[in-house]
């Protein structure tokens, strides 16, 4: 299927597991993201990344791991998972950066995790 | 960091009313998109929008960002139109690529 989908859409983990969140876009977009959403805080940036093995810290980096080894797959890992993680995840992609030429951003349906 | 602020935070509206979101930002930006989020959590791009003025449909933005605010207006609403409607800027210093999001506007649309 075209778009951008993200798997699992809905997990329930305990705390200090190690917690794989999936994100796969099929319009070869150079950029990709991570949003987290929580009540009273809108989205904020997790990670991003401008192509293929190029990642970078967003606003709320700490306790996640990104990688990028191919320019379809943005896959997030919390490496040891805390009760304050509980959130919705929004991957995202766009195709251009923000400098010329159109950075419309197109979001996944999200994850919702709950950590115990 | 750059700064977004959304208002107001919460609007109800009969149908049929027309209704204007305002987005203040702190700083410069190259990029500013608004967002509308469905009651199921879906994130849809309404408008790509860093200056100027844009319709589509009953929906408009305008964005002047000499003035560092962008303003979204909905016109004959629907209760289809309720939900969270979100901002996003990106400023140059970040090559625009990385969109910080206000804490949105919630509508609600009554019959």
């Known amino acids: 299927d075209a778009g951008i989908t993200q798997s699992p859409r809905y997990k329930i983990t305990e705390t200090g597991r190690q917690v794989t969140l999936m994100c796969h876009q099929t319009?070869?977009?150079?950029?990709m993201f991570w949003y987290r959403q929580d009540l009273g805080h809108g989205l904020r940036l997790i990670y991003y990344s401008a192509a293929a093995d190029i990642t970078d810290k967003g606003e709320v980096p700490d306790g996640y791991v990104v990688s990028r080894s191919k320019t379809e797959n943005f896959p997030l890992t919390l490496e040891s998972a805390t009760r304050s993680q509980t959130s919705v995840y929004f991957c995202?992609?766009?195709?251009?950066?923000?400098?010329?030429?159109?950075?419309?951003?197109?979001f996944g349906a999200g994850s919702r995790l709950t950590v115990l | 960091g750059i700064q977004v602020e959304q208002s107001p935070p919460d609007l109800i509206l009969q149908e049929g009313a027309n209704s204007t979101l305002r987005c203040n930002f702190s700083?410069?930006?190259?990029?500013l998109q608004w967002f509308h989020q469905n009651p199921w959590g879906q994130l849809i791009n309404l408008f790509y929008i860093p200056s100027g003025t844009k319709q589509n449909g009953r929906l408009s933005a305008t964005t002047v960002a000499t003035e560092r605010y962008s303003l979204l207006y909905i016109s004959s609403s629907q209760t289809t139109d309720s939900g969270v409607y979100f901002c996003a800027v990106g400023s140059p210093e970040t090559s625009g690529s990385r969109l910080t999001f206000g804490e949105g506007t919630q509508l609600t649309v009554n019959p």
């Open positions: 319009w070869s977009h150079s950029y």
């Open positions: 995202a992609s766009s195709e251009t950066s923000g400098i010329s030429g159109a950075n419309v951003l197109t």
């Open positions: 700083d410069s930006v190259n990029n």
